[in-house]
């Protein structure tokens, strides 16, 4: 049986490292007899490049990979591919099969909605306004991924309205998502991190919300948790990891900047795809062939 290397962005957050660490901890106990490791594609260790060193070592020739994203955006399209390439040309011999973005998913609307119910009683979420929200994303169809989670929250809950926000590159803002509630009757508002792990944006989220809230108070705003490294989530790792071997494996690209030209995007139609330069990494440059390297907050 092929291994599994599960691969997360990455964050500054010591908490976000440690939830990443107990969910691979966690597939790993539920895999017994199976190699299982995780690595970063920036930000934090391990790299990706020690988890599959590790792999390697251990004389495997084929792995597969389950990126650790919600939606399908630029780093599961193009970085994870590209930091794979990059560990393929290391290790001579060895190939890699690439699993799918875990969302949408049954099991994550399920601890969305746990998540709303430790917030808002569910008997109460008829005149309750949710605000999900996402990371955002350049990437219009990543983006649109998470207006479709939100309306699949939505989706015979008895929940009054799930609004979608945004926490960076894309509209509208957490503080507009709220307005919007507002504007629309609701006098209770739950903010719902579509987010797995602790980290930089999840923090800001709660910020933009509280000082929302700080300037409205005629409005019960209250901040839900983050998904984190439930056994939900675990399940779906599982799940997207037997795909790779049972044939099932469905990646939409109808919609993929990367593929077809959409308006306003069209730049990225074919656009070549370079890996992420993690500090880790030995390989890792003192300066970015561009003079900017890539850095973003997690």
């Known amino acids: 049986m092929n291994p ?4 997360g962005h990455g964050t500054k957050s010591a908490a976000g490292v440690e939830q990443f660490a107990a969910l691979v901890d966690r597939v790993r ?17 391990p790299p990706i490049q020690d988890a599959v060193g590790t792999l390697a070592a251990a004389g495997h020739t084929t792995v597969d990979v389950v990126p650790l994203v919600l939606v399908a955006a630029g780093h599961s399209k193009g970085d994870i591919p590209a930091a794979l390439e990059r560990e393929r040309r290391r290790h001579p011999g060895l190939s890699f099969r690439y699993g799918r973005p875990l969302g949408p998913h049954p099991l994550l609307l399920a601890d969305l909605t746990d998540r709303l119910a430790a917030v808002v009683p569910a008997e109460r979420w008829p005149d309750t306004a949710v605000v999900l929200v996402g990371r955002g994303a350049t990437d219009p169809d990543a983006n649109a991924e998470v207006a479709k989670t939100a309306r699949l929250l939505l989706e ?32 209770r508002v739950v903010v719902l991190p579509y987010f797995l792990f ?3 944006l999840p923090d800001r989220i709660v910020a933009q919300a509280q000082e ?9 705003v209250r901040t839900a948790g983050l998904i984190g490294p439930s056994a939900r989530l ?19 690209c109808d919609t993929c900047a990367y593929r ?19 500090p880790d990494d030995p390989a890792h440059p003192h300066g970015h062939p561009h003079g900017h390297p890539h850095s973003h907050p997690h």
């Not at 599994?4 to 691969?7: D, G, P, R, S, T």
């Not at 007899?33 to 970063?40: A, I, L, N, P, T």
């Not at 008895?158 to 009757?185: M, Q």
């Open 198 to 200: 602790a980290g930089v």
């Open 260 to 278: 077809v030209a959409l308006p306003g995007f069209e730049d990225k139609q074919h656009a070549p795809q370079t890996p992420h330069d993690h």
């Open 29 to 45: 106990v539920a895999c017994v007899g199976r190699d299982v490791e995780g690595g970063f594609l920036e930000l934090a260790p």
């Open 4 to 7: 599994l290397l599960i691969v």
């Open 234 to 252: 675990a399940d779906l790792v599982r799940e997207r990891w037997t795909e790779l071997s049972g044939g099932d494996l469905r990646m939409n």
């Open 156 to 187: 015979g809950r008895g929940i009054g309205t799930v609004e979608v926000g945004y926490i960076s590159l894309a509209e509208p803002g957490v503080p507009a998502a709220l307005e919007r509630a507002r504007r629309l009757g609701y006098h």
């Open 212 to 220: 929302w809230a700080a300037a409205h108070p005629e409005v019960d």
